[in-house]
T-cell receptor, first 107, second 114 residues
Framework: KNEVEQSPQNLTAQEGEFITINCSYS?????LHWLQQHPGGGIVSLFM???GKKKHGRLIATINIQEKHSSLHITASHPRDSAVYIC?????????FGTGTRLTIIP | DAGITQSPRHKVTETGTPVTLRCHQT?????MYWYRQDPGHGLRLIHY???????DKGEVSDGYSVSRSKTEDFLLTLESATSSQTSVYFC?????????????FGEGSRLTVL
């Protein structure tokens, strides 16, 4: 069983909608990464967090250590946000990646 | 953007041939990683390096070897490619070790083994 589980696997929304992608992880993970992978394949790091909340532009990442859960939110979604979003848990000198959430924003 | 490049970006080869993928960085970061990405799986670590000539195995290292003779270059070699090694390979770098520092990824190298 993967130690990092993402949901949903696929998400389609209309432009302007508020988007939430979830990531649950197992014991032993002390930091959580959110990554973005666009069609064409390049991977970009969005956030690394171990507590609380981080914000960058329209992107917000939160983590709840007690519940072993993190969320990535996108406000005022735009078609250019269409991508695969990947969470990865880090701990015990290991980085475990989720299988990704494919987000499609329709104009 | 972090200075990290992978080559080749695309390669088609035949079973049994050797293949070397190169990851080159201009950031002087200490840590370098090779991952493979396959449908239905998250990125999986093949090998990583924590300095020149210092490397260690990841979770899917069988059939792969690596070398790092300079800070800027991390080579991944498939001594005798198999069809199961058809994948997209990503190199990543970071300036500090586990639990610290942002990861920067290369653009990926798509390898097809016929």
């Amino acid at each position: 069983k993967n130690e990092v589980e993402q949901s949903p696997q696929n998400l389609t929304a209309q432009e302007g909608e508020f988007i939430t992608i979830n990531c649950s992880y197992s014991v032993g993970i002390s930091a959580l990464h959110w990554l973005q992978q666009h069609p064409g394949g390049g991977i970009v790091s969005l956030f690394m967090l171990s507590s609380g909340k981080k914000k960058h532009g329209r992107l917000i990442a939160t983590i709840n250590i007690q519940e072993k859960h993190s969320s990535l939110h996108i406000t005022a979604s735009h078609p250019r946000d269409s991508a695969v979003y990947i969470c990865a848990g880090e701990g015990n000198e290991k980085l475990t990646f989720g299988t990704g959430t494919r987000l499609t924003i329709i104009p | 953007d972090a200075g990290i490049t992978q080559s080749p970006r695309h390669k088609v080869t035949e079973t049994g041939t050797p293949v070397t993928l190169r990851c080159h960085q201009t950031e002087n970061h200490r840590y370098m990683y090779w991952y493979r990405q396959d449908p239905g799986h998250g990125l999986r670590l093949i090998h990583y390096s924590y300095g020149v000539k210092d490397t260690d195995k990841g979770e899917v290292s069988d059939g792969y070897s690596v070398s790092r003779s300079k800070t800027e270059d991390f080579l991944l070699t498939l001594e005798s490619a198999t069809s199961s090694q058809t994948s997209v390979y990503f190199c990543a770098i970071r300036d500090r070790g586990w639990d610290t520092g942002e990861l920067f990824f290369g653009e990926g190298s798509r390898l097809t083994v016929l």
